[in-house]
């Protein structure tokens, strides 16, 4: 991605330490991984079953880890991460996340949080907002043409309870940029407009090599 309106701005990957990370296209089987993977992570955290079924389970995850054990790879070497054509790029640390905006004038998501995120009461934990607007942030910075940066700090404004299974609406934009400084806000609102949560941080351009 090549980089836009500022003067020191050069080619988007020479800059820091990050080494350059292309798309991936994995198979459908992939795809499926990590829909029952979701589906696992909710009812691990969301079962209560007798412990010969506990037990049953722990076996098979066991088994499960046997299985991929064998295919451990460095960072930006598997799919996980690199598959934007399935939520959250294929990253089980996200929540589910379709892309619905990716401009110069920032982006949009719509943004589906499930049972596994909640930290109680059925709402969705504080901080699993912070991961996703810096997550949003990042995306941000790509989308605007702007060279690789890291968060240097990242404030967020509570307004009112995120649920879950709910499809809601993420944006992220650049409010200001001055040299290696880009600051950015975002926000994420219900299907009604209702502000969920705000966010503003300031991304730093990194410097030539560093990590």
């Known amino acids: 991605m090549t980089s836009a309106g500022h003067k020191d701005d050069e080619d988007h990957a020479q800059f820091g330490g990050f080494p350059v ?17 979701r589906r696992l992570q ?34 930006g070497v598997g799919p996980a991460g690199r598959t934007p054509k399935l939520p959250g790029a294929g990253n089980l640390l996200m929540p589910e996340w379709k892309v619905t905006r990716f401009d110069s004038d920032g982006v949009e998501l719509i943004v589906t949080f499930s049972r596994y995120h909640v930290g109680g009461n059925n709402a969705v934990h504080g901080g699993v907002l912070p991961l996703l607007f810096d997550s949003v942030f990042g995306m941000v910075i790509h989308a605007t043409g702007r060279p690789i940066s890291r968060t240097a700090y990242l404030h967020v404004d509570y307004r ?15 409010t200001e940029a001055e040299g290696r400084k880009a600051f ?9 407009g209702n502000v969920l949560a705000g966010a503003n941080g300031l991304m730093i351009r990194l410097l030539p090599g560093q990590p």
Request: hydrophobic content about 40%; charged content about 25%.
């Open 160 to 174: 009112k309870v995120t649920p879950i299974n709910v499809g809601l609406t993420a944006r992220g934009w650049i």
């Open 184 to 192: 950015v806000a975002a926000d994420l609102r219900d299907p009604d």
């Open 21 to 37: 990370f292309e798309a991936a296209t994995p198979g459908p089987g992939f795809g499926e991984f990590l829909t029952g993977m």
């Open 42 to 75: 909710d009812l691990a955290v969301s079962t209560d079953p007798d412990d010969d079924t506990w037990d049953a389970a722990a076996k098979q995850v066991n088994a499960l880890v046997q299985l991929l054990e064998p295919y451990r790879c460095g960072e």
